[in-house]
T-cell receptor, first 112, second 112 residues
Framework: NAGVTQTPKFQVLKTGQSMTLQCAQDMNHNSMYWYRQDPGMGLRLIYY???????DKGEVPNGYNVSRLNKREFSLRLESAAPSQTSVYFCASSPGPRLELFFGEGSRLTVL | GENVEQHPSTLSVQEGDSAVIKCTYS??????FPWYKQELGKRPQLIID?????GEKKDQRIAVTLNKTAKHFSLHITETQPEDSAVYFCAARGTSYDKVIFGPGTSLSVIP
């Protein structure tokens, strides 16, 4: 099993460009999450999806959109990237009910 | 509202000493209270969690204690070793069951 796979691992964008971060899990988990991690700020929840077809806002959703394409895949889209979105993005999935989240390796995004 | 706090934000101990990190949460639908460890450049990984009807759980050198009335739980690491150096995060569910919020993290340094 690959676990949680994120692509790309690194990306540099110019202000105003758009891009999509892809995430896929092969563990048959219902819940999936997107977090961003900035130095000293911990892991902040952007969006989450409790099941296929549902998505909900987290703590910092502004500037992002998500799609839960099917049970396996949960993508994060930046429509018009801003320097404030420079961060490391982590996708995670969880089988529930324990708070055991399985994280991907992370995607480092730089917006110039 | 939803809030997860951790103290201290940084902690430095001599090898062999004990370390204690405290997590305080506000509203939570959690039945489990986890601690995650994130080594430099790696993804966060669950190291221990405790169920809400249990006061303490141990796993070798690490333990977690829960005071559900006071809404806090703590990570205890005994006989610290250099490989314990990492950032530690606690997590709790938000007001929505599937919403998982992380604390800001505690950077632990174990000095040989």
């Amino acid at each position: 099993n690959a676990g949680v796979t994120q692509t790309p691992k690194f990306q540099v964008l110019k202000t105003g460009q758009s891009m999509t971060l892809q995430c896929a899990q092969d563990m048959n988990h219902n819940s999936m999450y997107w977090y961003r991690q900035d130095p000293g700020m911990g892991l902040r929840l952007i969006y989450y999806s409790a099941s296929e077809g549902t998505t909900d806002k987290g703590e910092v959703p502004n500037g992002y959109n998500v799609s839960r394409l099917n049970k396996r895949e949960f993508s994060l889209r930046l429509e018009s990237a801003a320097p404030s979105q420079t961060s490391v993005y982590f996708c995670a999935s969880s089988p529930g009910p324990r708070l055991e989240l399985f994280f991907g390796e992370g995607s480092r995004l730089t917006v110039l | 509202g939803e809030n997860v706090e951790q103290h201290p934000s940084t902690l430095s101990v001599q090898e062999g000493d004990s370390a204690v990190i405290k997590c305080t949460y506000s509203d939570s639908a959690s039945n489990y209270f986890p601690w995650y460890k994130q080594e430099l450049g790696k993804r966060p990984q669950l190291i221990i969690d405790i169920r809400s009807n249990v006061g303490e759980k141990k796993d070798q050198r690490i333990a977690v204690t829960l005071n559900k009335t006071a809404k806090h739980f703590s990570l205890h690491i005994t006989e610290t070793q250099p490989e314990d150096s990492a950032v530690y995060f606690c997590a709790a569910r938000g007001t929505s069951y599937d919403k998982v919020i992380f604390g800001p993290g505690t950077s632990l340094s174990v000095i040989p």
